[in-house]
């Protein structure tokens, strides 16, 4: 059971969680046609507008309304290089439209409208910034009970800050995983994290990592020895097996997506073989998988 965890950590190792909060980013409106229109905001630009996505693609060309409501609609302004919009609201401020219409985005393959448990379920208990289209699922696991006991144990705590972007949905489609482009993310490494590794490290004591969020953070906020950086910046780093981690020794993760660059992280950090074990192992005894699914510990 997940609650083993507590046993596994010993005293004096280091816990990073993500503490990133899911925004209700996820807007639906109708196009003038009267057909819906989905807009999923990703982060805030300039001038008040937002980086957004949505469908469907010929609701969202330039000029182009989508009502959330007789008062209120989102206008796309520009169609970017990467595909995304540059959107902005008319009626009124982006808050605003969040507060009133905004629902939580829960991944695609949830076929269902967000529901109340899910204001619960899909938010960390230690979820405070908001600034994500998803959760950063291994979290989700943990009560705080479980971090009361981890503490009590010994076992230090920290957080950093990795808005989650839609890129975690993206399958991996290139044979060649040169040809995959990965989304940039932002990411917010607190000096107290800094502090906080480096004394255990020079304890002894080994850095666990809660999801793959936060092993990307870490490993792009380090330099080639390891030594962690505080500070705010953009992260699109790709890993893949035959990388060189320097920062994270253990790992907490769900059960991914196949052709996912969430699962190719966790075959890099494990070894393919033993991933794939893994993996056959939970189809066989029929674990969940994916965002509400069961976690694995990678030591």
Same mark, same amino acid.
């Given at each position: ?12 190792? @280091?816990?990073? /969680?993500?503490?990133?909060? *899911? %925004?209700? +980013?996820? &807007? ?5 046609? $009267? ?111 479980? @971090?009361?006991? /981890?503490?009590?144990?010994? *076992? %230090?705590? +920290?957080? &950093? ?5 839609? $890129? ?132």
């Amino acid at each position: 059971m997940f609650g083993d965890l507590v046993s596994l950590i010993p005293a004096g190792d @280091l816990l990073v /969680l993500n503490s990133t909060r *899911v %925004r209700h +980013a996820r &807007l639906i409106g109708t196009r003038p046609s $009267g057909g819906e229109a989905e807009v999923l905001l990703i982060h805030p630009g300039a001038d008040d507008t937002w980086i957004a996505m949505g469908r469907p693609g010929s609701a969202m060309r330039p000029g182009k309304r989508i009502t959330l409501a007789p008062d209120v609609l989102v206008e796309t302004v520009e169609v970017l290089g990467d595909g995304n919009r540059m959107v902005r609201f008319v009626g009124a401020s982006a808050e605003e439209a969040i507060a009133r219409f905004g629902q939580l985005p829960l991944p695609p393959y949830i076929a269902r409208a967000p529901g109340a448990i899910d204001e619960d379920r899909y938010q960390t208990v230690y979820a405070r910034r908001e600034g994500s289209v998803a959760a950063p699922t291994a979290g989700l696991h943990f009560t705080s009970e479980l @971090l009361d006991q /981890l503490a009590k144990r010994g *076992v %230090r705590i +920290a957080d &950093l800050d990795l808005e989650v972007g839609p $890129g975690t949905f993206k399958p991996v489609e290139s044979e060649d995983l040169r040809g995959h482009v990965m989304h940039a993310e932002r990411y917010d490494v607190p000096p107290a994290l800094v502090g906080a590794v480096a004394e255990t490290r020079a304890r002894g004591g080994r850095v666990w990592a809660v999801g793959t969020t936060v092993v990307r953070a870490l490993e792009s906020a380090a330099d080639e020895a390891g030594v962690l950086r505080a500070g705010i910046a953009e992260t699109a780093l790709f890993v893949t097996p035959g990388y060189r981690f320097r920062v994270v020794d253990h790992l907490v993760t769900n059960f991914h997506l196949p052709r996912s660059t969430l699962l190719m992280l966790v075959s890099a950090f494990a070894g393919y073989e033993q991933t794939m074990d893994a993996y056959r192992h939970a189809v066989a005894q029929r674990y969940r998988f994916y965002s509400y699914g069961d976690a694995m510990v990678v030591p």
